[in-house]
């Protein structure tokens, strides 16, 4: 199923095709460099199957995406309900990764213009958050292109102790 289609971008279902080019794009370490570490093909294997059941449940989640009339999957972009324990959760968090040879071409941007009309308009969000580690200026200057504010910064309570990736910032849209 096709959720969106943008400009540029498909974005869509998962299919069997896509979990190779994910396996590959979470095991790299630049990909990966705002996280607390690569993914192994199990983990990778277990977070697909976690990201299409959301999307089976909800209706929503972190779609597959790809360049039109190229049919390759180049990462996703979509919708996610964070539960881990802090002050503004649950919530619906918008998010993306995508592969290195997508970046720089505003795609992040684009899809996650095109999820967040499609939040508010049909699927009836009335926020919608983003957090990132504080260092990671790439997903933090997406999140300001698509209109998001600055809320706070917080220590991410999954992220180790002394990590550099454990003060986060978080921002939000409202419709």
Sequence with gaps: ???????????RDWSAEDLEHFAKM?????????????????????FSHNIISELQTCGYGLYAVEV??????????????ATFEADFTPCI??????????????????GAMACL???FADLGFSKVVSFTAEINR??????KKIGMKPVKTFQHPKVDEGSPLKRHVLFQIEC
Excluded: C
Excluded at 27 to 45: G, I, P, R
Excluded at 68 to 81: C, D, T, V
Excluded at 93 to 110: F, P
Excluded at 138 to 143: A, G, K, L, Y
């Design 93 to 110: 968090e918008i998010g993306w990764r995508l592969k290195k040879e997508a970046w720089g071409q505003g795609y992040a941007t684009e």
């Design 26 to 46: 979470n095991a790299d370490q630049e990909v990966m460099k705002y996280f607390a570490n690569t993914l192994s093909e199990e983990e990778t294997h277990q």
């Design 117 to 119: 009309e499609h939040g």
């Design 68 to 81: 039109m009339g190229a049919k390759e999957f180049i990462g996703f972009i979509g919708f996610h309900r």
């Design 1 to 11: 199923m096709i959720y969106l289609e943008t400009a540029r971008l498909i974005l």
């Design 138 to 143: 790439p997903s933090i200057n997406v999140m």
